[in-house]
């Protein structure tokens, strides 16, 4: 054989070894097919600070993980449903094959989803659920509302308390999750021997109206208040300024969600009992491959069904001064360094949390 034809051969065999290569790169990963696809990613705001801190970073990630050549649009709707569907109007106009959508308001998401599908555009409801979508990742929302009214509780009868008022501080009413944490916090509280005394839902999750409402509760619940249900870190946030502003000491334990790094340190120094963690890795993972598959004209990988979209739904974890540890900083959410900042030494030191 003559080293042109043995040449020839070889540049065939090569050629067939990168055909299959790619084949079998295309049937799981869209950017690896060559035909590169446009994933849009559309959170709903930048006041709980996971959103922006969390989510955005780690789902960019791992779409690039699933899809070396997809192009990420990404938009944040500061908490207007009208921005949001502008956005995600735009997202289609600029080709996006798929939207992975955490909608501002649920109801006013439906219109948006429907619009992709009529576009032939697939959607991913993420975090907060959406009728009639092709794929939901999310966390157990009526199990994280019990999770933390439960903790809420325990809390109170380990330092012997058995009765008096609780303050019931829920999320936003346009957000269909907070009607399911909602829903748990009341099954365990409702029955527990405490009392609601005051329950507000809060307008865009916004942690000054929680303040503001919380300030104004004082006078009438003060004197009986053993405990605050908050349904997230934000809103625990206001809550706690709101009581220290107002004398309360010392302070009743107060519930959380999201595990931002501000709760962290409030754990650590005492202002807040627990915060809910919610491992936004695997949240982001399902949520970038199920996007992928879809855009591939493919069926994503589901655990459950809801409401009959095909779903995968995590288990969330109550975080309490005792197990940070093994859980954020474990997981890699954040370093001990970045929790225990000059102002928290001592607390961390008092917490078993040593930088050194």
Excluded at 200 to 207: G, L, Q, R
Excluded at 306 to 315: E, M, R, W
């Amino acid at each position: 054989m003559s080293v042109s034809a043995s040449r020839l051969i070889g540049i065939g065999m090569a050629v067939s070894a990168l055909a299959v290569s790619l084949a079998a790169c295309g049937s799981n990963d869209a950017g690896d097919s060559g035909d590169a696809k446009k994933v849009a990613l559309l959170l709903p705001e930048s006041k709980t600070t996971r959103y922006e801190a969390l989510d955005r970073p780690l789902f960019t990630e791992a779409l690039k993980a699933a899809c070396a050549k997809c192009e990420l649009i990404y938009s944040n709707a500061d908490q207007d449903a009208a921005k949001q569907q502008q956005q995600a109007e735009a997202a289609l106009t600029q080709g996006a094959n798929v939207l992975v959508l955490d909608p501002v308001d649920g109801k006013a998401a439906a219109a948006v989803a429907a619009s992709a599908k009529a576009q032939n555009v697939p959607v991913v409801a993420y975090d907060r659920f959406i009728e009639k979508t092709d794929y939901y990742v999310s966390f157990e929302n009526e199990a994280v509302g019990k999770l933390q009214a439960q903790t809420l509780v325990d809390t109170l009868k380990a330092a012997g308390k058995t009765s008096g008022n609780i303050a019931m501080i829920n999320g936003s009413p346009t957000d269909p999750n907070a009607a399911d944490f909602k829903k748990g916090a009341h099954s365990v509280l409702d029955s527990s021997g405490f009392k609601i005394a005051a329950e507000f839902d809060t307008p865009d999750w916004s942690p000054d109206k929680a303040q503001a409402w919380m300030e104004g509760q004082l006078s009438a619940i003060k004197n009986g208040l053993v405990g605050v249900y908050a349904a997230n870190d934000g809103t625990a946030g206001g809550a706690i300024a709101a009581l220290k502003g107002g004398g309360v000491t010392p302070l009743p334990p107060v519930t959380g969600q999201d595990s931002e790094l501000a709760a962290i340190q409030r754990i650590i120094a005492g202002d807040q009992a627990m915060t809910i963690y919610k491992a936004v890795k695997p949240q982001a993972e399902a949520a970038a491959k199920g996007a992928v598959a879809l855009a591939n004209g493919d069926k994503p990988e589901s655990t459950t069904e809801k409401n009959g979209v095909p779903s995968t739904i995590l288990d969330p974890v109550a975080v309490t001064k005792a197990n940070i540890k093994d859980t954020v900083v474990k997981d890699n959410i954040y370093k001990i360094s970045d929790i225990c900042t000059a102002s928290f030494a001592a607390a961390c030191s008092a917490a078993g949390l040593s930088t050194n």
